[in-house]
Nanobody
Framework: QVQLVESGGGLVQPGGSLRLSCAAS????????MVWYRQAPGKERDLVAG???????TYADSVKGRFTISRDNAKNTVYLQMDSLKPEDTAVYYC????????????????WGQGTQVTVSS
């Protein structure tokens, strides 16, 4: 059983910053990719940023240069530093982790956090 818990969301003014955290716990052997998604009302859930176990990161075009994803493998935690926030960044942000439960687990599974609300407004 694996659980992901997100934190750090809230209300900020345009141009402000937030740092989101997502901590994974449970029966985990290792975690492959960790990914942040977001979903605004009436819109699809879109990828924001992802990071591999080795630290290789990718970003959506809309957040490049403003957001930074990182991870602490010892803590099974992924972070999303969000700077220069815009109203269009307003959404529920979800954490996803691809988890290997055992050494001989040849088919790792995806797990999702509950989501955390980010609102950017003056």
């Amino acid at each position: 059983q694996v659980q992901l818990v997100e934190s750090g969301g809230g209300l900020v003014q345009p141009g402000g910053s937030l740092r989101l955290s997502c901590a994974a716990s449970g029966s985990i052997y290792s975690i492959n990719a960790m990914v942040w998604y977001r979903q605004a009302p009436g819109k699809e859930r879109d990828l924001v940023a992802g990071i591999t176990s080795g630290g290789s990161a990718t970003y959506a075009d809309s957040v490049k240069g403003r957001f930074t994803i990182s991870r602490d493998n010892a803590k099974n935690t992924v972070y999303l530093q969000m700077d220069s926030l815009k109203p269009e960044d307003t959404a529920v942000y979800y954490c996803n982790a691809n988890v290997r439960l055992r050494l001989r687990d040849y088919s790792p599974s995806d797990y999702w956090g509950q989501g955390t609300q980010v609102t950017v407004s003056s």
